[in-house]
């Protein structure tokens, strides 16, 4: 990669693959963000950075943008990511993240992008009874984001199919957590804003749902991944980006969410016991995890670190602020 657009590009996601990027790789980037926090992004004297400020839903400034950078590679992060907003206010769910993400795709349609990495999410899934979750299963999403990320693939796909973007990848991210994750929409956070408190977490339900926790520094390897192996395919004809191009993304195993708070507690060094509250909340999927036979095979990602490390840098992180 040489010159590489990110949109989300200041979020939880974003910051994490950009300080990978600026470290490791050899590419110019480019960061659209409407939230621009400039205190947060990496700033490296050695490589070139710029910094855009526009909403995806805004079709003349992100085409300008692209316009302007000439891109080869866009990794689209941006999105409406609360399942509970969602609900609330689905319209801005679908305009952000289908209509934000079909100009997305037009302006690097333009521009002459090739290659395109999309943030999609298990949300897609649903509840499916057959587990672990293949990309292959059918998709019953429960949430307008759910539904929402669904469509952006299948407009991301068919514009690949349509030849207006040589390559496209879809990232269905399972439960990503880790340091810098400030959302209350992800149950991690949520653990461990009460437990620095002193409270103990809350629990929806009897705490045996289960979910696939994937650290955030896994996800920026699978994006990094993805775009290497959309490189290799425009230099190799015998390359498996034939398949179609969505992969899951999380680390194979279940982790149910009494066990979650359960470890938590222990790391933080408290002896809280949780809170149950009757019943789970709406769009809430109550068993999900990951089959990544197909990342594993054809992306060469495999996730490297397991929950109990990554909780521990993130309490740790936490309880030092204090």
């Known amino acids: 990669m040489k010159r590489l657009v990110i949109t989300g590009g200041t979020g939880f996601i974003g910051k994490r693959l950009v300080k990978r990027l600026l470290t490791n790789e050899k590419c110019s980037v480019a960061l659209i963000t409407n939230t621009p926090n400039l205190s947060n992004t990496e700033q490296h004297e050695t490589k070139p950075l710029k910094l855009y400020t526009a909403d995806i839903r805004d079709r003349e400034a992100i085409s300008k943008i692209f316009r302007d950078e000439r891109a080869d590679c866009c990794v689209h992060l941006a999105a409406k990511i609360s399942v509970a907003d969602s609900i609330k206010n689905p319209e801005e769910t679908m305009d952000i993240n289908v209509k934000g993400t079909l100009n997305v795709l037009d302006a690097c349609h333009d521009s002459g992008v090739s290659n395109f990495v999309f943030a999609s999410s298990a949300a897609v899934y649903g509840d499916v009874v057959e587990l672990p979750l293949s990309e292959g299963s059918i998709l019953r999403p429960l949430s307008p984001y759910g539904t929402s990320k669904m469509l952006a693939e299948q407009h991301v796909l068919s514009y690949k199919q349509q030849k207006k973007i040589k390559n496209s990848i879809s990232l269905r991210i399972f439960n990503v957590y880790g340091l810098g994750q400030t959302s ?49 395919h425009e230099n190799s004809h015998k390359s498996n980006l034939r398949w179609e191009p969505v992969f899951n993304i999380g680390t194979g195993k279940p982790t149910s969410i009494k066990e979650l708070a359960e470890k938590m507690i222990t790391i933080s060094g408290t002896k809280l016991g949780p809170i149950y509250e009757e019943g789970y909340q709406d769009g809430v999927i109550l068993h999900s995890y990951a089959n990544m036979t197909k990342a594993k095979n054809i992306l060469r990602f495999v996730a490297k670190k397991d929950i109990e490390t990554g909780l521990r840098e993130m309490i740790g992180s936490i309880l030092l602020r204090k």
């Open 184 to 232: 209350e929409s992800d149950v991690v956070t949520r653990f461990a804003t009460r437990l620095s408190k002193g409270l103990p977490p809350i629990i929806h339900g009897d705490g045996k749902n289960t979910r696939d926790f994937i650290s955030v520094d896994d996800v920026a390897e699978a994006v990094l991944s993805s775009i290497r192996a959309m490189e290799e």
